[in-house]
């Protein structure tokens, strides 16, 4: 069974019963070639399988011999900044000139030709069981691929934006394409949320890995001292997160649960009530967080995230899955000297590794800069009108976005828009929509939870400062 992808029937074309074990759908097509000055452009049929693309004179002759094969792990994909129809092939001996009939089809040819690439060159290929290999790699792939193409065009409507004589043509082109990649991405998006979803119900939570995105997180800390920020700014966020620490339990062994207002019995069921693990119930001081119970509580993250979001916040919500897996591992590798999180860091100061690839330092850096996104925006929800994508940018202006490089600030710019009404967010954590009480309860089990993150995220950032970690 061929499914035909486009109106263009036989020009591209994808077979979702033959997946190689590149985790990619053969694919073929026919595409105009580079010959030579006197056979100028020619149309062959091409077809990409088992990472190797193959050219024959036309689909009526792919068995009696092909006209030439190329290696994609030994090629370099290369989109033409000029001619809108073609792209490249470079290897070390050759170079290899292609066309499509429509901007639209080298959007697609370049995006399969770049998943499997980036599939070959991260090593899932696994020849004894192409059938079982996870979607979530030719996402992946995918999703790395879309992000090239972007910051491209980002980098292409910047250029026209810096001319004295802006061309209307370039610039609707140029903004055609940006839209198209934009949703070309959050749906890959969906569809990675869709696979980690599904992989999350069929898992035992002890087997779990989850997998990662990158988006722009850099690997270590960074080398600059602080940022200076204005000191209006820091006493606001100090007086809010000191008001929660100040009306928080205070325990028999002198510890802290991290907010004021236990929930009563009586209030409605809602979303934050099912949670097994929250933040408020673990007990905290200064010089203590407690690792395990700090994990389990970071783990409703995500799925928090995707509930009241869904593809639009897919991104976040595997950044943070991903930074809680690293420091269960560093935990794991040394847990009675780990049962706190100073603790946990205490270990990589003493012996210089605070700036090494995968550390606990740099998975909780950015844990407790997305917690903080976290917390803003659940109390901008309450605050916010139907429409929240306003609220959300300011909420992501105010913590996020003075972290992230061009490409991670235009995918959260994508993400903005894309964000769920008010009330549908509203449904997805109780609230029915009629009944007042619950929407009383949804709210006060909202104000709880995300300033039971801000006295969490506020001790983890003064531990950091005290001990002159850079935390920008």
Same mark, same amino acid.
């Given at each position: 069974?061929? #499914?035909?992808? *486009?109106?263009? =029937? ?27 000055? +006197? ?6 049929? *091409? ?13 009526? %002759? ?13 090629? $370099? ?16 001996? #050759? ?5 499509? &009939? ?9 995006? =399969? ?10 090593? +899932?290929?696994?020849? @004894? ?18 992000? %090239? ?45 869709? @696979? ?6 069929? #898992? ?33 966020? =100090? ?15 002198? @510890? ?13 069921? %809602? ?15 200064? &010089? ?5 119970? +700090? ?35 560093? *935990? ?9 999180? #100073? ?29 903080? +996104? ?12 139907? $429409? ?43 609230? &029915? ?28 950032? =003064? ?7 850079? %935390?920008?």
């Amino acid at each position: 069974r061929i #499914q035909i992808l *486009f109106e263009e =029937q036989g020009i591209f074309r994808t077979n979702p019963e033959f997946k190689c074990r590149y985790c990619c759908y053969m694919t073929e097509g026919y595409l105009w070639k580079w010959t030579n000055y +006197f056979g100028g452009w020619q149309q062959r049929w *091409f077809i990409l399988k088992e990472g190797t693309l193959t050219y024959y004179l036309d689909h009526n %002759t792919t068995t009696t011999g092909c006209k030439g094969s190329f290696k994609l792990e030994a090629c $370099n994909i290369i989109v033409n900044p000029v001619d809108a129809l073609r792209f490249d092939l470079h290897t070390s001996t #050759q170079r290899i000139y292609l066309k499509t &009939d429509t901007k639209h089809l080298r959007q697609k040819w370049v995006i =399969q030709l770049g998943t499997t690439k980036a599939n070959i060159s991260e090593g +899932f290929a696994d020849p @004894s069981a192409p059938a079982s290999l996870p979607s979530y790699h030719e996402h992946k792939a995918e999703l790395k691929t879309l992000k %090239t193409l972007l910051v491209e065009q980002i980098d292409k409507l910047t250029e026209l934006c810096k001319e004295s004589e802006l061309e209307e043509l370039k610039l609707k082109e140029c903004k055609a394409m940006i839209n198209e990649l934009c949703d070309e991405f959050v749906t890959t998006l969906n569809d990675c949320t869709e @696979s980690i979803i599904e992989n999350d119900a069929h #898992q035992p939570r002890e087997s779990i890995v989850t997998p990662t995105i990158s988006l722009g997180t850099p690997p270590c800390l960074p080398a600059t001292n602080s940022k200076v920020v204005g000191v209006e700014d820091v006493a606001a966020e =100090q007086t809010f997160v000191e008001d929660d620490i100040n009306n928080s339990f205070t325990t028999e062994d002198g @510890s802290c649960c991290c907010v004021g207002t236990k929930r009563g019995d009586k209030l409605p069921i %809602t979303y934050f009530s099912n949670i097994g693990d929250r933040f408020e119930d673990i007990r905290i001081n200064k &010089d203590y967080i407690p690792t395990v119970a +700090f994990l389990d509580a970071a783990s409703a993250l995500p799925k928090l995230l995707v509930a009241i979001g869904g593809k639009s916040l897919i991104t976040l919500s595997v950044d943070i899955g991903n930074n809680i897996q690293k420091l269960r591992n560093k *935990f794991d590798s040394n847990p009675r000297k780990s049962t706190s999180l #100073q603790a946990l860091i205490h270990l990589e100061i003493s012996t210089g590794k605070t700036n090494a690839k995968h550390s606990a330092t740099t998975a909780l850096l950015w844990l407790y800069r997305e917690m903080n +996104f976290v917390k803003v925006f659940l109390l901008g929800i309450i605050e916010g009108q139907s $429409n929240l994508s306003d609220k959300f940018m300011e909420c992501y202006e105010m913590t996020l976005r003075k972290y992230h490089n061009v490409m991670s600030k235009s995918l959260y710019t994508v993400a903005a828009k894309t964000i769920p009404y008010k009330e549908d967010i509203m449904r997805s954590l109780g609230y &029915d929509g009629i009944t007042k009480s619950i929407e009383e309860a949804v709210y006060a089990d909202m104000r709880t939870y995300s300033k039971a993150i801000g006295v969490v995220v506020f001790y983890i950032e =003064q531990f950091y400062i005290n001990n002159k970690i850079p %935390t920008v």
